[in-house]
């Protein structure tokens, strides 16, 4: 079956704009989550949807970040007034249960790399 | 807090040859491990993963066994492929006292396997 997909897969924005990434997950998984990844790092969370309750969003490194998931499926992540250090790739993913079995596999989207100019 | 660090890269080697790139943590409870790679311009894929002490993971013949005395997760191949080059990243869920299950990654370690 198909994957889990993001769109954009690249996106320029302009300091201070705002920008919308957005995440369809496997159908019918019920996990999503949000990493961040920097250049030359590996993925750092961000915040965490059971269906489309948000659960964890300690990740998020500051309020202009926010998350949804509104009806359990699609899940966008919104960053308002971006700055230089927002540059990243944003990679969604999404497990079949409930993600608190530590021994659920997470299936990746390809991501959204943001520049930020 | 839970950590992985894994070595640095980029590795290098002939086709053939054997791989083995080192992967430690630190984590409170008892994790789960993961190998993710990823291909050029490709996301994120799970390689493989182990889920408790001593147990192995496998796949397209690459393994990796939880050491729960050394903390350590290696991720070995007896003979690579120019077609196994890319990011390997070490991971680790932990979940411990009922917290979010979110992976925890180490930085990643390229492989270019040579011809």
């Known amino acids: 079956g198909a994957g889990v997909s993001q769109s954009p897969r690249y996106k320029v924005a302009k300091r201070g704009q705002d920008v919308a990434l957005r995440c369809d997950p496997i159908s019918g998984h019920v996990s999503l989550f949000w990493y961040q990844q920097a250049l030359g790092q590996g993925p750092e969370f961000l915040t965490y949807?059971?269906?489309?309750?948000?659960?964890?969003k300690s990740g998020l490194p500051s309020d202009r970040f926010f998350a949804e998931r509104p009806e359990g499926s699609v899940s966008t992540l919104k960053i308002q007034r971006t700055q230089q250090e927002d540059s990243a790739v944003y990679l969604c993913?999404?497990?079949?249960?409930?993600?608190?079995?530590?021994?659920?596999?997470?299936?990746f989207g390809p991501g959204t790399r943001l520049t930020v100019l | 807090g839970d950590s992985v660090t894994q070595m640095e890269g980029p590795v290098t080697l002939s086709e053939e040859a054997f791989l083995t790139i080192n992967c430690t943590y630190t984590a409170t409870g008892y994790p789960s491990l993961f190998w993710y790679v990823q291909y050029p311009g490709e996301g994120l894929q799970l390689l493989l993963k182990?889920?408790?002490?001593?147990d192995k993971g496998s796949n397209k013949g690459f393994e990796a066994t939880y050491r729960k005395e050394t903390t350590s997760f290696h991720l070995e191949k007896g003979s690579v492929q120019v077609s196994d080059s890319a990011v390997y990243f070490c991971a680790l869920s932990d979940g411990y006292g009922g917290a979010t299950n979110k992976l925890i990654f180490g930085t990643g370690t390229l492989l270019a396997v040579q011809p």
């Open positions: 182990a889920t408790k002490a001593d």
């Open positions: 949807f059971q269906n489309e309750a948000q659960l964890d």
């Open positions: 993913a999404s497990s079949t249960t409930s993600g608190r079995a530590r021994t659920d596999t997470q299936y």
